[in-house]
């Protein structure tokens, strides 16, 4: 099959003759799969025992054939030789860690990541014996300056969240095989249609399906996609700890994936239209967009993307409460902690991360930050609504 990403999205990991004809893939639903007789049981394992991998549906809780469909997409739209399917992004995430490390391991993180991913290793990891060092991503030479005889694994976010910093993947994978270190990148604010990590000799590739794969604001997934040798053991132990994602979400993804490069296109297209306007506004002070000259990590971005998505971040002239009355003026976002749908979200990090100023300065987040995560709506319109709740919210000052 073609190579195109529109083309893998609607296609990629589906029979073509589907069960009674049907277009879609049906939502299988069964927590258990049955045998014809004992022979086939003993064909069954003697096959699984062989390291074949997948073998066939056995338990709702190890593979469902709906859910393997959309593992399959994945791991097409990716260039991956397989996927597995979680109940979220952060079961991905934490399954993932847990199935690769070990008491006495070693683990390096980019410390501009997703504050839970953050909070995982930092609080959790510890207790059993694994330790775990941040590094900032604007001093290059402290990542391999980080690197230990016991360390076995390298993790980070491009585009990260919520400053869109984008990681020089090339720069770390030559790190990691020098020093023989996994590396695993939570790529969920690119998509595969912007970046494909693995193409950079990245390892493993981790998304919180919830967002641009699902793309409609009515699922909770995530996926890890990588080589089937690292993730035999992180299939595995999803079956221990149960954080398998179900036929239905398993099914609203596959119909999400459908329209990704479509829906992605559009919101690369108004993301850059937004990130220029702001850009040029007087009560704005700065501007995240990768797309724009003035981003830290605008080179690497324009070597890397394909496109630099649909998340703007911003700073506004002005303190919390400011900020909040700017986004309480804006008529076409919803107010929510979340991005990548058809529909335009917009958050204050600041408010939904903690009511202690504290913590807010602690994890580096402004209170006159504003994430906005832009939809498939026309630009035109999103500017306009931008230009007039800022107009409103700076009346007579």
């Given amino acids: 099959m073609t190579s195109r990403i529109s083309t893998l999205a609607v296609h990629a990991g589906e029979e073509k003759r589907k069960p009674y004809g049907a277009v879609t893939t049906p939502i299988v639903r069964t927590s258990t799969f049955t045998f014809a007789?004992?022979?086939?049981?003993?064909a069954f394992m003697r096959l699984k025992a062989s390291g074949a991998w997948p073998v066939r549906d056995?338990?709702?809780r190890y593979s469902n054939p709906t859910q393997s469909a959309a593992e399959r997409k994945l791991a097409a739209l990716e260039g991956g030789q397989a996927a597995l399917l979680f109940s979220s992004g952060m079961g991905a995430i934490t399954c993932t860690l847990l199935a690769l490390l070990s008491s006495g391991?070693?683990?390096i993180f980019v410390k501009d990541c997703y504050h839970r991913s953050r909070e995982f290793m930092t609080k959790c990891l510890p207790r059993w014996g694994i330790e775990c060092t941040p590094v900032l991503l604007d001093e290059p030479a402290a990542l391999e300056a980080a690197v230990r005889?016991?360390?076995?694994?390298?993790?980070t976010e491009t585009p990260t969240n919520p400053y869109l910093r984008v990681v020089d993947l090339g720069r770390i994978s030559k790190i990691a095989s020098k020093h023989r270190v996994i590396t695993m990148v939570d790529s969920t604010m690119a998509s595969p249609v912007n970046?494909?990590?693995?193409?950079?000799?990245?390892?493993l590739v981790i998304h919180s399906a919830t967002k641009y794969l699902g793309g409609h604001n009515d699922l909770l997934a995530g996926a890890v996609i990588g080589p089937r040798s690292l993730l035999q053991g992180v299939e595995h132990m999803r079956g221990l700890l149960g954080g398998m994602s179900n036929p239905n979400e398993a099914y609203l993804l596959l119909r999400g994936l459908k329209t990704l490069a479509l829906r992605v296109q559009r919101q690369n297209e108004n993301g850059l239209m937004v990130a220029q306007f702001l850009e040029g506004h007087p009560r704005v002070l700065r501007v995240y967009y990768p797309g724009l000259a003035s981003h830290p990590d605008h080179e690497v971005a324009a070597r890397q993307m394909a496109g630099f998505g649909g998340v703007v971040t911003f700073e506004l002239q002005g303190d919390l409460?400011?900020?909040g009355q700017f986004i309480d003026e804006l008529r076409i976002p919803y107010i929510g902690p979340t991005f990548g749908g058809v529909e335009s979200i917009v958050e204050q990090?600041?408010?939904l991360l903690s009511l202690d100023p504290r913590e807010r300065e602690a994890a580096g987040i402004k209170d006159n930050l504003v994430r906005y995560a832009l939809g498939v709506e026309d630009a035109e319109d999103l500017i306009a609504d931008l230009d007039q709740a800022l107009a409103k919210t700076w009346q007579g000052v």
């Fill in 37 to 42: 007789d004992s022979a086939e049981i003993m």
């Fill in 58 to 60: 056995e338990y709702g």
């Fill in 105 to 107: 391991d070693h683990v």
């Fill in 149 to 155: 005889p016991n360390t076995r694994l390298i993790l």
């Fill in 195 to 203: 970046l494909k990590p693995l193409e950079y000799g990245i390892d």
């Fill in 321 to 323: 409460d400011m900020t």
């Fill in 349 to 351: 990090p600041a408010a």
